[in-house]
């Protein structure tokens, strides 16, 4: 069995008519490589064969009538540190990356809420481990658009600021679902520019606003072009470029609701919501196979 027959699981009364027991999911893991398929015996070097234990498999070892040692399926998988059956782990994992919310995961798996939180957050951290593998976005001929965007409080200090500002530094790369995200101590040039050139591809052409960190983009990359946003929208240069932050923006309305949804979360797990955001946009509909590719056991 590979990998997309599980990620073309979109629900999870499929998973359940697909895998009506524990052990049919154990043996169609260990096919599809999310569990290591064979064992050798640390004290004998013998291989280790499959039983089943209260409805359980696991892998022994046995040297006449004496056994030599036993392991765990999940042993050397993502899983192994888990306390939930594989069924109950694989159904969360569907069930996150269906955008189930955590009361209705809660109510379909009858998990407590602390343990559903906790899944969650090892999730976005496959994202975050899956976002740092990106190459830089951008290229000859690319067009890079960037911003950067206030989460909490309200941009430019505008009207009453309930919680400290956090600014979140963003590109997305036009015509394509390409992008980083990622938040910010401040706005200067000597923050953004070295986040830029490392995200960037320096033969790109660089769109922004006139904000004035941007002053020097143009001595790193191939082009730079700006918009004033207080008299304009678009605008044409002499060659004909659409100098707009159309793409930009509509990545940010994508994005923007789910990353309110977050700000009841600590600062310190922010980053992992926008890792999560990123890799969603950029992997479209490859993105259950791409997690289950990251968290495939290497043999």
Request: hydrophobic share 35%; net charge positive.
């Amino acid at each position: 069995m590979s990998l997309s027959k599980f990620s073309g699981i979109s629900s999870l009364t499929d998973f359940d008519r697909e895998f009506p027991t524990e052990q049919t999911l154990i043996h169609s893991m260990m096919e599809a490589g999310l569990l290591k398929g064979k064992r050798t015996c640390k004290k004998c070097a013998r291989e280790m064969k499959l039983r089943v234990r209260k409805e359980q498999l696991e892998w022994r070892c046995r040297i006449g009538k004496k056994d030599c040692s036993c392991k765990s399926v999940k042993s050397g998988s993502w899983f192994q540190s888990s306390n939930l059956s594989l069924k109950t782990s694989m159904k969360m994992l569907i069930a996150w990356v269906n955008r189930y919310s955590g009361l209705q995961i809660e109510k379909e798996l009858s998990i407590g809420h602390t343990t559903v939180v906790d899944w969650k957050n090892m999730f976005r951290g496959i994202c975050a481990e899956i976002e740092l593998m990106y190459p830089p976005i951008g290229g000859e001929g690319k067009i890079v658009e960037i911003d950067e965007t206030c989460v909490h409080g309200r941009k430019y200090g505008r009207g009453k600021v309930m919680t400290e500002q956090l600014w979140v530094y963003e590109g997305v790369e036009r015509g394509s679902r390409r992008s980083f995200m990622g938040i910010v101590p401040d706005r200067s040039a000597r923050t953004l520019l070295p986040i830029l050139k490392r995200h960037v591809d320096s033969r790109s052409t660089i769109i922004s606003d006139q904000w004035k960190s941007y002053a020097t983009i143009k001595n790193h990359f191939q082009r730079h072009e700006t918009i004033n946003h207080s008299n304009q929208f678009q605008r044409f240069a002499d060659d004909g470029l659409d100098v707009n932050t159309n793409s930009i923006e509509a990545l940010w309305t994508r994005l923007k609701d789910p990353l309110k949804k977050a700000n009841g979360t600590s600062d310190e797990l922010l980053p992992s919501y926008i890792s999560e955001k990123v890799v969603r946009e950029r992997e479209g509909d490859n993105f259950f196979f791409r997690i289950l590719e990251h968290i495939k056991v290497r043999q």
